[in-house]
Each structure stands twice: as structure tokens, then as C-alpha cells.
């Protein structure tokens, strides 16, 4: 845990330093496409868990700069915290990204059900 | 000074390419999206891979968001879209070309929907220079009327040669371009190309200029009349 959270500050510490850019439109995406890409070419536990903490160093980055969190970061996150089986980290996601993007909502609300029917099944 | 003299070059054969370009605001180009027809949201299909690269594709979707979240629209999160479309048995947007726009409104919500077409996704070797070459098709329209709301064409060519200062002399070079030609250009090299052309597109709701930026001349009207003729 102490080492997660001295990586995560380590991690906080060198990107507030030279990649804390923040867009036109408000948006801090830290290092997204890397870590997305990274795990695209090449899925594995360790490029997923990359990725899920860069997704939380935005969503925290985002909160401390008083910034709205980018469309799809919380809905991002929900989604890979369901496929773990987190229902609950996954609700609260999904809530947060249809509070801040309300036309989200259909297409969570229809992943919802369909995230349920597939745990039903299995 | 090197960079500078290709970069030159470059900005020279490009606006070669284009012959005189033609520009216009971005209101007359693109009139619905300065009406209620103007979508909030928009799905980001799989692309259509006309290159050669077969994962072009793949990596289109890890640079798409950010470049049209930034210019103010909601985009429907892309890496939980590819994986529906990819349960659904979708891999490549020509499966979806055919489909009516108003199936993306019913299942996804979304007010509009983004086509993709890569129309090129090259490297090129050649002994101390190596470039990588994007072109890209964008075709946006709109899930209520199926209309075109935006389309754009944009291509951009990005030397890979390395470092003119890397030293090394002719071989340092060669590895160099090879290192440098790597598959992994392609993110930076596909980000060029389309924050190049969102600039064409009008800003959304979430972007403080939304409905403000309809008398920006920046529309190359061939760039975007090249986007929609072939299909």
C-alpha cells in the first residue's frame, strides 16, 4: 500500500511537473493515450493496472485543479471496475459520468442492464 | 536547422498537393451545426482501414477522443464502444457503413455518429531519412436526419530521421530511422492529424467558444468536399 501510494505521489509529482497541460476546453488527460495504447497493443494485468491508475491520477489531478473530469474517463473506469467484479466501484462510476455528461445516461443505463444479465448468466 | 529546411519542404509539397486552397468560415461550411440540428454527443465507429496496416485501426481508437472531447463534444467512451462493437462481431467500419445513423440515437443515445476511413498509415525507409505518412477520411452525420453534419480530409507526413544533431554519422542515422520508425509514431503522428482537423469543426457544448466561431475562415472546402465524394 505505501509503496502504491509513494508511486502514485512519485507518479503525481512528475506529471504535475511537465504534463499537467490542461486544454481549451478545461480537460487534464495526463497521459491517457499512452497508457490506453500500451494496453491495447499488448493486454496484460500489469498494462491494465497501468492504465486504471492513470485514469484515477486524472480523475484525482482533474478534482485538485477544480476541473471537470474528461467525458468517458469515470465511465472508462466503471466499466473495466465491472468487468473485475466491482458492481459497486462500477455504479458509483457510471453515476458520476452521467451527473457530469447527461447524454451518457441512456448508454450507461443500457450497460448497466447488460453487465447485470451477463453476471446473471455466468 | 535541418527539421526546419524538411518542415519547410513538407508545408511546401502539402499545400502543393491541395492546389490553391479554397477556404471558407466555418458557418457556411457546416450550417446544421450552427442550428438545432448541432449534435452534443457523437459515436466513434470502428474505422474504415483502406491502408495497408491491418492495426491501423486499433491505434485510430486510442488517439480519437481526445482531439474531439477537446473541441467540447461528448464522445461516447471509445474503448467500451470498440468492445460492443467487437462482441457484436464488428471489426471494421465497412460493417457499418450500410446501417441506418438513427440505430446509434436508439442504442447508444448518440447525436451523431463519426466515420473513419484511414487512407493511409505508410512508413517509409530510405537511408538516413524515414518518414510516416497518416491520411485520414472524417464524415460525421447526424443520428435523427442521417445528414452530413462535418467532413474533413487530412493527412499529414512527419520525418522520422531522428535527431540531425544525434551524431553517429550514416550508420548512427540508420538506426536512428529504424528506432524511430517504429509502430509507435503513429500516436503523436495520428493526434497531428486530427487535432489538424477538429480545427475545421465547430466547438461543441462543452468548449467555452461553442457558437462562437461561425465566421472562422479555416475551412479548406476541398479537404472537405475530398472527405465525402468517394463514398
Redesign the interface.
Known amino acids: 500500500m505505501k509503496t502504491i501510494i509513494c508511486g502514485l505521489v512519485a507518479t503525481l509529482a512528475i506529471l504535475s511537473g511537465c504534463a499537467a497541460t490542461v ?5 487534464y ?1 495526463g497521459d ?3 497508457t ?2 500500451k494496453y ?2 499488448d493486454p496484460s494485468e500489469v498494462t491494465l493496472a497501468n492504465h486504471v491508475q492513470e485514469l484515477e491520477n486524472i480523475i484525482e489531478t482533474s478534482r485538485e485543479k477544480g476541473l ?1 473530469v ?3 474517463v469515470h ?2 473506469l466503471g ?1 473495466i471496475k465491472a468487468r473485475q467484479g466491482n458492481d459497486a466501484a462500477a455504479t458509483a462510476h457510471y453515476e458520476t459520468e452521467m451527473s457530469l ?1 447527461p ?5 450507461l443505463e ?2 448497466t442492464v447488460e453487465t447485470k444479465k451477463g453476471s446473471e448468466k455466468s | 536547422m535541418n527539421k526546419l529546411l524538411l518542415l519547410f519542404l513538407a508545408t511546401v509539397v502539402l499545400s502543393g498537393c491541395a492546389g490553391v486552397p479554397v477556404t471558407d468560415t466555418k458557418r457556411n461550411s457546416y450550417p446544421s451545426m450552427y442550428s438545432d440540428q448541432k449534435p452534443i454527443s457523437m459515436i466513434i465507429v470502428p474505422a474504415i482501414n483502406e491502408s495497408t496496416a491491418a492495426n491501423a485501426g486499433d491505434l485510430l481508437n486510442v488517439t480519437v477522443t481526445q482531439p474531439f472531447a477537446n473541441q467540447g463534444y461528448y464522445v461516447m467512451p471509445v474503448a467500451i464502444v470498440s468492445d460492443i462493437f467487437k462482441r457484436e462481431g464488428i471489426l471494421e467500419g465497412t460493417q457499418i457503413k450500410g446501417l441506418p445513423a438513427s440505430m446509434f440515437k436508439k442504442n447508444f443515445g448518440a447525436d451523431s455518429v463519426l466515420f473513419l476511413t484511414i487512407t493511409e498509415w505508410d512508413k517509409h525507409y530510405a537511408v538516413i531519412a524515414g518518414n510516416v505518412s497518416v491520411g485520414i477520411e472524417y464524415v460525421l452525420l447526424s443520428t435523427e436526419t442521417n445528414e452530413v453534419l462535418w467532413s474533413y480530409t487530412q493527412r499529414v507526413v512527419v520525418d522520422t530521421s531522428g535527431n540531425a544533431n544525434s551524431g553517429g554519422g550514416i550508420l548512427g542515422a540508420l538506426i536512428v530511422t529504424a528506432i524511430s520508425t517504429a509502430v509507435t509514431d503513429y500516436v503523436p503522428i495520428a493526434f497531428k492529424v486530427h487535432e489538424s482537423a477538429v480545427k475545421a469543426l465547430p466547438y461543441g457544448k462543452y468548449h467555452p467558444k461553442s457558437g462562437a466561431d461561425g465566421d472562422d475562415k479555416v475551412v479548406n472546402l476541398s479537404a472537405k468536399e475530398n472527405a465525402v465524394q468517394a463514398d
Open positions: 486544454t481549451e476546453a478545461g480537460y488527460w491517457y493515450s499512452q490506453l495504447y491495447t497493443v471537470r474528461p467525458p468517458g465511465a472508462e466499466y455528461y447524454e451518457s445516461r441512456l448508454f443500457r450497460l
